[in-house]
T-cell receptor, first 111, second 116 residues
Framework: QKEVEQDPGPLSVPEGAIVSLNCTYS??????FMWYRQYSRKGPELLMYTYSSGNKEDGRFTAQVDKSSKYISLFIRDSQPSDSATYLCAMSEVGADGLTFGKGTHLIIQP | GAGVSQSPSNKVTEKGKDVELRCDPI?????LYWYRQSLGQGLEFLIY????????KSGLPSDRFSAERTGGSVSTLTIQRTQQEDSAVYLC??????????????FGPGTRLTVL
């Protein structure tokens, strides 16, 4: 079992829909949780970062972490065609050097 | 300001040849990271530099892989005697490092390596 599991999709939804993206993980020592967005042939860019459990909101994006269930989510409201990309969850232990990534979910927003 | 840059953007090589991949981090960033993104495998952490030092090289896939960083800036990832399974996108990231705290990693566009 990989440390971080993420459904690769593709996930296709109509414009304006609420999108829910999720990851599960097995390492209870993970404390930092991140969501990256990656457009085709580009490097990942950070969308959201959360420390430990809880929710964080930034515009149309909400990140949730449930450490008791080892489950993290990213919600996108009022989805736009420009949101079409691969969304990668990432996490790390405190003081860790590298990030542990999920495989990424390919999201398609249909106009 | 300028972001992380990587060169070349694409590299096609023959099996058995050596390749060098270059990363220029964001100016002033002390930490530098290399990742590999293979089809269907997600991003895999390879190695991290704090300054010119790489404290842990265990993430490198084999002894054909090596990395160095000079002057606390540019880093090169070298793959010797390339194999077809080395084909992937190699991503570099940098951050301002404060150990024990969260440090956002800024990624470059990657080098797409194809081994024929």
């Amino acid at each position: 079992q990989k440390e971080v599991e993420q459904d690769p999709g593709p996930l296709s939804v109509p414009e304006g829909a609420i999108v829910s993206l999720n990851c599960t993980y097995s390492n209870s020592a993970f404390q930092y949780f991140m969501w990256y967005r990656q457009y085709s042939r580009k490097g990942p860019e950070l969308l959201m970062y959360t420390y430990s459990s809880g929710n964080k909101e930034d515009g149309r994006f909400t990140a949730q972490v449930d450490k008791s269930s080892k489950y993290i989510s990213l919600f996108i409201r009022d989805s736009q065609p420009s949101d079409s990309a691969t969304y990668l969850c990432a996490m790390s232990e405190v003081g860790a050097d590298g990030l542990t990534f999920g495989k990424g979910t390919h999201l398609i927003i249909q106009p | 300001g300028a972001g992380v840059s990587q060169s070349p953007s694409n590299k096609v090589t023959e099996k058995g040849k050596d390749v060098e991949l270059r990363c220029d981090p964001i100016s002033g960033h002390t930490a530098l990271y290399w990742y590999r993104q293979s089809l269907g495998q997600g991003l895999e952490f390879l190695i991290y530099f704090q300054g010119n030092s790489a404290p842990d090289k265990s993430g490198l896939p084999s002894d054909r892989f090596s990395a160095e960083r000079t002057g606390g800036s540019v880093s090169t990832l070298t793959i010797q005697r390339t194999q077809q399974e080395d084909s992937a996108v190699y991503l570099c990231a940098s951050s301002g490092r404060h150990r024990g705290l969260y440090n956002e990693q800024f990624f470059g566009p990657g080098t797409r390596l194809t081994v024929l």
